[in-house]
Nanobody
Framework: QVQLQESGPGLVKPSQTLSLTCTVS??????????WSWIRQSPGKGLEWMGT???????YYSPSLKSRTSLSRDTSKDQITLQLSSVTPEDTAVYYC???????????WGQGTQVTVSS
């Protein structure tokens, strides 16, 4: 069974770049037709899709975050990295990685990692 584990700093200062890593076990990020996504949930708000990297390396971004978001991958380590630049306190959220064979449907989720943006 595929397992996903998010990791990264729990506290980031405003204006800095947030970098999070999703490490995949029990599967490969190059498995045909799988989408690998980052999703977040801010306090009191619903889930927000941020972006996706397809098994072939193609990337897709939320229009509202596209100017600040970058996804990359390390296929040798089965890791997906999210970078979010120029963070503000509004970027405080629990960040999840998820995967599935449909871009907005996730069969597997990580446990999530809390990120707080504060000086």
């Amino acid at each position: 069974q595929v397992q996903l584990q998010e990791s990264g700093p729990g506290l980031v200062k405003p204006s800095q770049t947030l970098s999070l890593t999703c490490t995949v076990s029990g599967g490969s990020i190059t498995t045909y037709s799988y989408y690998w996504s980052w999703i977040r949930q801010s306090p009191g708000k619903g889930l927000e899709w941020m972006g996706t990297i397809y098994y072939n390396g193609n990337t897709y971004y939320s229009p509202s975050l596209k100017s600040r978001t970058s996804l990359s991958r390390d296929t040798s380590k089965d890791q997906i990295t999210l970078q979010l630049s120029s963070v503000t306190p509004e970027d405080t959220a629990v960040y999840y990685c998820g995967t599935g064979t449909r871009i907005f449907l996730f069969d597997y989720w990580g446990q999530g990692t809390q990120v707080t943006v504060s000086s």
